[in-house]
């Protein structure tokens, strides 16, 4: 399958030489896993829901999503971990100030050009029946259940036609995935030549689950890194990515669905004021917690704490963030898999005082044992001969951002048995 030019088998050479450099470099098995695999003859689960795909939402604090629209159609490319042949579309007014009324909305896989929707495949999206669906502010709504065949790693393009004025807009920022934008009902229209217009954010859009045997999904609660940050636009090159195609290569009834919830900014104790991202602490429940299917939760925050001002420089506050998380996870019968944080040193706002935080609060998460597994990022990413500061063959070039080789690294230093049930 091709997306934006890049192959799957592109992305597994660059797992595998990922694999190859963290073997030499000794860095490979840096997990903790706390449970055997499953055998292999073991009976595959009922089929159930889970989410194949999620996106984290921010407030709208200025521009067009404060905005909002009218009169528009939006095409979204949709891009999931595990396939399947039954699927839901979940929509989003989380923060809207007003009801958001969808005329119309229509899921189709992808046709020949970019923003193209494969006709064959076009199908309507229902809300208990009805092709019109209004969310009150505040709501989040599941479709009823459509019969569309994705395979998996694959795409799906979601088109909803907003009659507006829609008011605040909920919304992810960084998609790192081009959308389309057009004036009227167009979400039956074949090509993208009626869509003028891009973005390269998500919009009202919530998640989508997949009727599936897989053993249920992982949402990993994270930050910039795990939004994918720096990667390059329309390749699905997050690290979770990446992480999703070493999953899938593996045997089926290991195989789980990949949440993220990584938001650019965000941080464990303070909201975000220009991104919009709440905390943590206070969006744990709504992006991961309750996410369809879920059965661990991965948890790779807390630079932010450290690097943005107002720095957080008591380590013990960002410990007791971790705490909240697992203690609210273990409530849910969810495991809990923690990752240290990676170095920044380059970055404008590092310090000898911030960098002396994030060595203890790494210290913690290597030794405390609270977490049920650990990863230990810091060790993958960072320099042998100055470990304040990210490899070069990782670096984006800002020296906190990884490129796609450094995200790719990451996903092959997971430990995949730290995330089956």
Same mark, same amino acid.
């Given at each position: 399958?091709?997306? =934006? ?33 499953? $055998? ?6 009922? /089929? ?10 921010? @407030?709208?604090?200025?521009?067009? $999503? ?69 969310? $009150?502010?505040?709501?989040?709504? @599941? ?117 993220? /919830?990584?938001? /650019? ?76 944080? =990676? ?12 960098? /002396? ?56 230093? @997971? ?7």
């Amino acid at each position: 399958m091709t997306r =934006g030019g890049h192959t799957l088998e592109r992305r597994r050479r660059w797992v595998g030489a990922a694999l190859a450099l963290l073997t030499v470099s000794g860095l490979l098995n840096t997990g903790q896993a706390r449970a055997e695999p499953a $055998p292999a003859s073991a009976a595959a689960p009922p /089929a159930r829901w889970v989410a194949s795909w999620t996106t984290a939402m921010a @407030v709208p604090v200025s521009g067009q $999503p404060l905005e909002g629209f009218t009169d528009t159609t939006l095409r979204q490319r949709i891009h999931l971990s595990i396939g399947g042949t039954e699927v839901r579309l979940r929509l989003t007014n989380v923060y809207g100030r007003t009801p958001l009324v969808v005329r119309s909305a229509s899921l189709a896989r992808p046709g020949a050009e970019p923003g193209d929707v494969d006709v064959a495949s076009l199908v309507p999206v229902t809300f208990a029946g009805s092709t019109t669906v209004t969310l $009150p502010a505040g709501a989040e709504f @599941v479709s009823d259940p459509i019969r569309i065949s994705v395979p998996d790693d694959g795409d799906l393009l979601a088109s909803l036609y907003l009659p507006g004025p829609t008011g605040p807009a909920t919304f992810h920022r960084t998609a790192h995935s081009t959308g389309f934008v057009a004036t009227g009902d167009r979400t039956s229209d074949p090509t993208v030549g009626s869509y003028p217009n891009r973005t390269t954010s998500f919009w009202f859009l919530d998640g989508l689950d997949v009727r599936t045997r897989a053993d249920g999904a992982v949402a990993f609660l994270g930050d910039s890194i795990t939004d994918g940050d720096r990667s390059t636009l329309d390749a699905d090159h997050r690290w979770t990515d990446y992480l999703a195609d070493r999953m899938l290569a593996g045997p089926a009834p290991h195989r789980f669905g990949v949440a993220n /919830a990584g938001i /650019a900014g965000n941080r464990l104790l303070l909201d975000h004021s220009s991104f919009g991202g709440v905390n943590a602490l206070a969006r744990l429940e709504r992006d991961v917690l309750t996410q369809t299917g879920v059965h661990a939760v991965f948890v790779f925050e807390g630079v932010n704490d450290i690097q943005s001002s107002p720095s957080q420089y008591d380590p013990a506050q960002i410990v007791g963030a971790y705490r909240q998380i697992i203690q609210r996870a273990h409530d849910r019968g969810l495991r809990v898999i923690g990752a240290t944080i =990676g170095p920044f040193q380059g970055w404008p706002t590092w310090t000898p005082e911030r960098e /002396a935080v994030r060595v203890t609060v790494n210290e913690w998460i290597r030794t405390s044992g609270e977490f049920d597994g650990l990863v230990d990022f810091d060790a993958v990413l960072r320099d042998p001969a100055q470990p304040q500061r990210m490899r070069a063959a990782y670096d984006s070039g800002d020296h906190l951002h990884p490129k796609d080789a450094g995200y790719a690294a990451m996903a092959a230093a @997971v430990d995949l048995r730290l995330l089956r049930p």
